[in-house]
């Protein structure tokens, strides 16, 4: 469990998701596609992205532990989740859209950031929504490729993003003047 504090001053935990996690983090999730997202995408994005009718309680609890997911409180309020696989792979990272600009994101990426190195991981990868893209820029993450998956038949749009961390390729220093092979 890790305390912070947001902006405005709220205490926020970082902790792992448990069972008793999954309905508020679903009405994270839906909250913030149908509301945040709302602004870069059409309704019948929001729709195809967010199918609330098929949405079921059990599975995304599966889906959750699965993807090793960590939820931040605000002030004991479940206020944001984000998760980091084996690999470095950022699957979701959502905040309730009363909690937004409190620093709830900010903290849950330096948090699953944290882990990804302790792991010695090389890189961080998300697909990020157009929205969620000037926030992952802003900490650090890179933009690889624009893509436009189809969602319940739908086309959206997203970006495959990746941040370098300690011990991946950056970090290997070639003295001046060595004579590299052609890649």
Request: glycine share 8%; proline share 5%; aromatic share 8%.
């Amino acid at each position: 469990m890790e305390l912070n504090t947001s902006v405005d001053g709220s205490v926020v935990v970082i902790r792992p998701y448990g069972h008793g996690d999954a309905a508020d983090t679903l009405a994270i999730f839906l909250a913030a596609v149908a509301e945040t997202a709302a602004a870069d995408y059409s309704p019948e994005q929001i729709q195809a992205w967010a199918r609330p009718e098929s949405r079921e309680l059990s599975a995304w609890h599966t889906a959750m532990q699965a993807r090793n997911s960590y939820v931040a409180t605000v002030d004991g309020v479940p206020a944001g989740f984000s998760d980091v696989d084996s690999e470095g792979h950022i699957d979701m990272m959502f905040v309730a859209p009363r909690y937004l600009r409190r620093g709830v994101a900010r903290q849950l990426i330096g948090h699953v950031e944290a882990r990804a190195r302790r792991e010695q991981l090389r890189e961080l990868t998300a697909n990020v929504s157009i929205t969620a893209r000037p926030f992952f820029e802003r900490s650090g993450f890179t933009v690889v490729a624009e893509q436009h998956p189809l969602t319940a038949g739908v086309q959206l749009t997203n970006f495959r993003m990746k941040k370098k961390l300690v011990g991946g390729e950056e970090s290997v220093r070639v003295p001046a003047g060595t004579l590299l092979p052609d890649a």
